[in-house]
């Protein structure tokens, strides 16, 4: 991991000082997202109609959201989804999203967003 220390960290995320890693995002490897590119992160139920997602275990199904690899997904309750400025959204579920939404929401707020 490149970057300062890190203040969360699971087996699908790492949040350290300057930036979100996605851990097996692409398949040679993760995505790292300085926070100053993330406009906005909104939790995503994966109940209720959104139930179906999660059994994507990788990639997309709408070409809109794109979720890193995660085979204990189908067990997850909620999904964070990152608005980077571009058509695609990465998608992840972290074990503990609270957190994770509020170590980004931390530093939105850092960039005056």
Request: proline share 7%; net charge positive; with cysteine.
């Amino acid at each position: 991991m490149r970057g300062g220390t890190a203040m969360y960290d699971d087996a699908e995320v790492v949040c350290d000082d300057n930036a979100i890693v996605i851990k097996r995002y692409y398949p040679w490897g993760a995505k790292r997202i300085p926070y100053a590119s993330i406009r906005r992160v909104q939790p995503l139920p994966l109940t209720g109609v959104n139930s179906l997602r999660r059994s994507r275990i990788w990639g997309s199904g709408d070409f809109r959201h794109w979720w890193n690899f995660d085979a204990r997904r189908p067990t997850k309750k909620t999904a964070l989804v990152l608005d980077v400025g571009g058509w695609v959204r990465p998608t992840i579920t972290p074990d503990d999203p609270e957190a994770v939404e509020q170590i980004l929401r931390d530093h939105l707020n850092d960039v005056g967003r």
